[in-house]
């Protein structure tokens, strides 16, 4: 079984921050920064109920609740991913 990266908001504002800042990525790019970070995010979320690569806690977990629906499952694995753990703010969140 596989687990969510360690990847937020933070995270990668922050590797491309630093990517503008090395110049590996040009200065006009910067008005993308927001669009990029919710790609990234949607994409981490995507993984772990994706089945690609088997299936992952969240998956699982996810599924034995009864939430099969894709969308669902991808908005969980984005609040965890967020939360980092169970938390009563994931749980009004989600709510």
């Not at 996810?62 to 894709?70: H, K, N, P, S, W």
């Amino acid at each position: 079984m596989h687990s969510l990266p360690s990847l937020d908001a933070a995270a990668v504002r922050k590797a491309l921050n630093r990517g503008f800042n090395q110049k590996d990525i040009p200065d006009a790019f910067r008005e993308n920064v927001a669009d990029w970070v919710e790609g990234v995010l949607k994409l981490v979320a995507s993984r772990p109920v994706s089945g690609a690569a088997g299936p992952t806690f969240v998956k699982l977990a996810l599924e034995d609740a009864g939430i099969r629906a894709a969308k669902r499952q991808k908005t969980f694995a984005r609040l965890f991913n967020e939360h980092k753990t169970l938390t009563p703010e994931l749980l009004e969140a989600l709510d």
